[in-house]
């Protein structure tokens, strides 16, 4: 489209140079069948194009876009499920490095001991068999979070595998340079009720 506007623009120009009511044939364009004598300037009948104004693209205002932001207890489940399949990861790979970015430097170091321990057990694989949601409390300043989970996990050995029951985890996660991360995870160990007999 804007070659086309473009393209009228230049026929605009070129005949607005030439006089109206008059075509000027140059010299190298007259006919081989006009007579020498004949004035290469003449009158015609025929309206030449009169100029038009020159059209001149202009810039479209665009929409931008503005993503909708991510409620924070939506957020700080995201980091807990990823934290949990980085460190799935971990253990496949013997890569602890792998869960360093979901959590603060000293959680780090608590969590890469406890998956070393697992590693120096003959573990060699572990898997979230089921995740279930508690309350997810924000702080009032925004800046950090409690959330709660009842976890299952699968811890498979050398030996063989085990299926635990659901553990309570209390997690405290923080804002770190703009990204939530976790600093803490309480496990709370409920022991089975006895039934009276």
Sequence with gaps: MFGLVLALAVVAQAAAAAPLGRIHLADDDTPSDMPMDMPTDMPTDIPTATPSPTVTPTATATATVTPTPIPIPMLVQQVIQHGND??????????????????????????????????????????????????????????????????????????????????????TLVLDNSAWKIKSDVQIITPPQRTGT
Excluded: C
């Design 86 to 171: 980085e460190q799935v990861q971990a253990i496949a790979t013997r890569n602890l490095s792998l869960v360093s970015d979901t959590v603060t430097n000293d959680h780090f170091q608590e969590l890469a001991g406890v998956l070393q321990d697992m590693l120096n057990s003959h573990v060699t694989g572990i898997a979230v068999l089921k995740l279930d949601w508690g309350p997810i409390s924000v702080a009032a300043d925004g800046k950090s979070v409690v959330a709660t989970t009842y976890e299952s996990w699968r811890i498979v050995s050398q030996s063989g595998s085990i299926d635990y029951d659901p553990v309570r985890n209390d997690y």
